[in-house]
T-cell receptor, first 115, second 113 residues
């Protein structure tokens, strides 16, 4: 079955702490991987994406993610979080050969950054 | 500006009263989709459409209908809403080929009492 699992449901950090959010997926075939962020009361915004090439991808606002194919993982990282990073983060996957583009989402991780 | 719009943004209604949530995109995308977001479950796809007059069920289609008469519009219809359809709904659009990057609308928060 196709699925995405985010291991951390609620993370609380102090400003300047480092962040790593785990994401593992189960999907047959070649995949595209995404991280989305949802700030309070706002819609989903794309943080970064991986289609092919360098498995370390950099996104907006200092975020990066590493695709490890052997571990079916796509963890999100940021060296130093800010209070403004408080949001919900979603990992998502779709199939490269899919002609529908359907995204499978993880359950989401709520990040709370204390000033 | 490229965007996906949804209306209304907030809606409180009663059980059984038919409602429609509109979705429109200005990017000439072939593919459009509806998701619902529930705490602890992430986003789940309700219906999708690959082009005009082509629609299909997603993972949680029960209680919903859609139509795609024009390329830019993809309304979500709840014929007889029930409290378990209280949720946050997102419309999304996507080019049929290329980056597979989906563009999401601002969301519609629906409460059914």
């Amino acid at each position: 079955a196709q699925s995405v699992s985010q291991h951390n449901h609620h993370v609380i950090l102090s400003e300047a702490a480092s962040l790593e959010l785990g994401c593992n997926y189960s999907y047959g075939g070649t995949v595209n991987l995404f991280w989305y962020v949802q700030y309070p009361g706002q819609h989903l915004q794309l943080l970064l994406k991986y289609f092919s090439g360098d498995p370390l991808v950099k996104g907006i606002k200092g975020f990066e993610a590493e695709f490890i194919k052997s571990k079916f993982s796509f963890n999100l990282r940021k060296p130093s979080v800010q209070w403004s990073d408080t949001a919900e983060y979603f990992c998502a996957v779709n199939g490269r050969s899919s002609n529908t583009g359907k995204l499978i989402f993880g359950q989401g991780t709520t990040l709370q950054v204390k000033p | 500006e490229a965007q996906v719009t949804q209306n209304p943004r907030y809606l409180i209604t009663v059980t059984g009263k038919k409602l429609t949530v509109t979705c429109s995109q200005n990017m000439n995308h072939e593919y459009m989709s509806w998701y619902r977001q529930d705490p602890g479950l992430g986003l789940r796809q309700i219906y999708y459409s690959m082009n005009v007059e082509v629609t299909d069920k997603g993972d949680v289609p029960e209680g919903y209908k859609v139509s795609r008469k024009e390329k830019r519009n993809f309304p979500l219809i709840l014929e007889s809403p029930s409290p378990n359809q209280t949720s946050l709904y997102f419309c999304a659009s996507l080019r049929s080929q290329g980056s597979y990057e989906q563009y999401f609308g601002p969301g519609t928060r629906l409460t059914v009492t």
